[in-house]
């Protein structure tokens, strides 16, 4: 790289030799058990074969790498150099991923029971007395080893809660969303502004400081939301919401903040003037997500999450995913997931019930 005058940075790591066996419970040294650690290829070669007579007498912790396919002669060699057939041995498969898999046994058994657990690589083989330490160090959290499907979003509570209790989460796209020009309202004169989506306010407020205007020209004006989760988020940004409201529940007068395809079907009795606000357009690409049949549960946490899924995921993988546990924050979002199909659906009411309500569905085994 440096004799090409190629630019580069070494980014330091962790090795899998280690962080592998820790997400298993095992410390790769310790006091009671091992002062020092060796890490092999189990790979050898006939220019560089392995020294088994110096590796069996090795005290400390061995960890071999790519070694699941050399187990026979692994265990073989250090029985035949003296290694006690009691030896504790480990093998982590898939090591800190949600379909992490651990076997745990004996040099004399270790074959057997990874025969019997369908143990295959990538895996790690640990032999020595940490392995002991397994079930004392190895977590317990409520969604160990799920792997939940949600939209991506930069900062976002709920992919937060649900990894901290353990979960995996992959994800899928909300598609893009294009903005649209619109008339503002006088807001000279008192109103009421409906605001169905957190994103189109945004965006009108945008609209309004290209003319001027900022949040004191609201002043004379009630906010309302449609749900609780807008009204909070509103106020996390310094909006204060008079009220919580249904759209069913609309004055004639009320102008609405939302989305094109969410206010597609509200209609005025007073025709002669549009106080629908469309600030934007949610557009959903088509996408396609890896390992459908993977999945614990789906979380969704907005009507747009609900259309991403629905009219962005390819038709095969929709069809997979409707077969598993989705979990929305509101009763509207579960029966849209309820009417295109979802065969289980729950609203878990808050994010404060998020991972309760989600591992009553899908308990651990």
Request: with cysteine; charged share 20%; hydrophobic share 40%.
């Amino acid at each position: 790289m440096r004799e090409h005058r190629v630019e580069f940075e070494i980014v330091p790591g962790l090795t899998s030799a280690i962080t592998g066996l820790a997400a298993a419970g095992i410390p790769i040294t310790h006091r009671d058990y091992a002062s020092s650690f060796h890490i092999l290829t189990a790979h050898q070669t006939r220019s560089q074969p392995l020294n088994w007579d110096s590796i069996a007498q090795m005290e400390g912790t061995l960890v071999f790498l790519m070694g699941v396919g050399e187990l026979h002669t692994i265990v073989t060699e250090l029985l035949k150099r003296g290694k006690a057939a009691t030896t504790p041995v480990a093998i982590i498969q898939w090591a800190t991923q949600w379909r992490q898999n651990t076997g745990i046994g004996t040099l004399l058994d270790i074959e057997a029971i990874v025969k019997r657990q369908h143990l295959g690589s990538p895996a790690l083989i640990v032999i020595g007395g940490v392995v002991n330490l397994s079930q004392q160090l190895s977590s317990h959290r409520a969604l160990e080893r799920k792997h939940i499907l949600m939209p991506f979003s930069k900062h976002t509570q709920t992919h937060d809660l649900l990894a901290d209790a353990g979960a995996s989460i992959d994800f899928f796209n909300l598609g893009d969303q294009q903005s649209r020009d619109v008339e503002l309202p006088d807001f000279n004169q008192s109103g009421r502004l409906v605001i169905t989506n957190l994103r189109a306010f945004e965006y009108l407020q945008q609209q309004m400081m290209q003319v001027g205007l900022d949040q004191r020209a609201l002043s004379g004006w009630q906010l309302l939301a449609t749900n609780n989760l807008i009204k909070e988020r509103l106020q996390q940004r310094g909006v204060l919401i008079d009220h919580v409201i249904d759209l069913a529940n609309l004055n004639a007068t009320d102008w609405v903040v939302g989305e094109q395809n969410d206010l597609s079907t509200l209609s005025f009795d007073d025709s002669n003037v549009d106080r629908k606000l469309i600030t934007y357009t949610d557009v959903f690409k088509r996408q396609s997500i890896s390992a459908p049949d993977t999945f614990d549960a789906v979380v969704v946490t907005s009507k747009r999450a609900c259309l991403a899924l629905v009219h962005g995921l390819e038709s095969d993988q929709l069809k997979q995913i409707k077969t598993v546990p989705a979990f929305t924050l509101g009763d509207k979002l579960a029966t849209f997931l309820s009417d295109n199909g979802f065969q289980s659906v729950t609203n878990v009411g808050s994010l404060a019930q998020m991972v309760s309500r989600v591992k009553e569905v899908i308990k651990n085994d």
